[in-house]
């Protein structure tokens, strides 16, 4: 198997999620720590449907 990883700045992931018609409901993002040296970010996001508003 294999597959690829990229690592966006949040702010790009986030404004590629609005690109795309999804709307974000939470956002969570992490500091760089003695584990990890990069920030890590998480999205909840959906694409809104018909019967409800943008």
Wanted: no cysteine; aromatic share 12%.
């Amino acid at each position: 198997m294999s597959y690829a990883s990229y690592r966006l700045p949040a702010h790009q992931l986030a404004e590629l999620l609005n690109q795309a018609g999804f709307t974000i409901t939470a956002q969570l993002v992490q500091e760089p720590d003695e584990k990890r040296n990069w920030k890590f970010a998480s999205f909840l996001a959906h694409k809104p449907t018909t019967e409800e508003p943008a």
